[in-house]
């Protein structure tokens, strides 16, 4: 695998020197053999790196494809299945599973095994809602009250660590990704009270989340029970929020999500 450094390259070098790459929505660029993660500034794009890779997924063209054509979804079992029908339009030689079960883990069941060339990409999925009732093209989405924000910051980091775990303990493993879809805007912004009790799992708009992160001391049994454990990160993975979709301007209309990629 090469490795190439570029550190800032203007905009006209970059079309001049990198006739074959293709700008791609958020924060990646894509061909079909290269892929580098970049940052986007006013005056300039800044490469951290650019390598090899024969199949990777463009997941924010799937999410923009999916949004087109299902803004909402009833359920998380139904964003999972939807996702994964989008998937394979987008990529009809893969092959696709759900609730896979690895051998190295009876209990870790991945929401999505994509399988490309024989390379697998484990893709976990949250969803979590205001409650409201929602028309979309004649179908009617009643949708549940999910506010536990401590539970839902702590459950989307695991998912990362289990696909970490993922990655350290199988062979077959080329990348990952983490996705979160949700109305409730307040995961977004920092934790307001004092003494917050999931303040190091807070997912807030700009953080970077990465290490050791636990519970704060004065955090009560019935809060964390069956989540007592650290989460343990040791990639690095900053939190930037999209919007999803807007289905209307009440409070819960807009669905907004969070992606993270898990690499090799």
């Known amino acids: 695998m090469n490795i190439v450094d570029i550190k800032i390259i203007n905009n006209d070098i970059l079309l001049s020197r990198l006739k074959a790459?293709?700008?791609c929505k958020g924060l990646l660029l894509y061909t079909h053999t290269y892929r580098c993660n970049i940052i986007?500034?006013?005056?300039?794009?800044?490469?951290?790196?650019?390598?090899?890779?024969?199949l990777i997924l463009d997941i924010y063209e799937i999410m923009h494809q999916l949004s087109i054509w299902r803004p909402i979804f009833h359920s998380e079992a139904d964003f999972q299945f939807s996702l994964a029908w989008m998937i394979k339009e987008q990529?009809?030689?893969?092959?696709?599973?759900?609730?896979?079960?690895?051998?190295f883990n009876p209990n870790l069941h991945l929401d999505i095994l994509v399988i490309l060339d024989g390379k697998w990409i484990p893709i976990e999925l949250k969803?979590?809602?205001?409650?409201?009732?929602?028309?979309?093209?004649?179908e009617v989405y009643v949708l549940k009250e999910q506010g536990a924000k401590?539970?839902?910051?702590?459950?989307?980091?695991?998912?990362?660590?289990?696909?970490?775990?993922?990655?350290d303990k199988s062979n077959n493993f080329i990348e990952g990704y983490t996705i979160k879809i949700t109305s409730e805007?307040?995961?977004?912004?920092?934790?307001?009270?004092?003494?917050?009790?999931?303040?190091?799992?807070?997912?807030?708009?700009g953080s970077i989340k990465t290490g050791c992160m636990n519970w704060s001391s004065n955090t009560g049994k019935g809060s964390m029970r069956g989540m007592e454990a650290p989460i343990v990160l040791t990639g690095i993975y900053p939190i930037n929020w999209k919007e999803y979709s807007k289905v209307d301007d009440t409070n819960s209309g807009t669905f907004m999500y969070l992606v993270n990629r898990i690499s090799k």
């Open 21 to 23: 790459l293709r700008l």
């Open 40 to 54: 986007k500034t006013d005056i300039c794009i800044v490469f951290d790196e650019v390598f090899v890779m024969g």
């Open 91 to 103: 990529y009809p030689n893969c092959d696709i599973r759900l609730e896979f079960v690895p051998e």
């Open 127 to 138: 969803y979590t809602t205001r409650k409201c009732i929602k028309s979309i093209n004649d």
């Open 150 to 167: 401590d539970q839902g910051c702590y459950n989307y980091l695991k998912d990362i660590m289990r696909i970490e775990e993922f990655r």
């Open 185 to 205: 805007i307040s995961y977004l912004k920092p934790p307001t009270k004092v003494n917050c009790i999931y303040v190091e799992f807070s997912i807030e708009e």
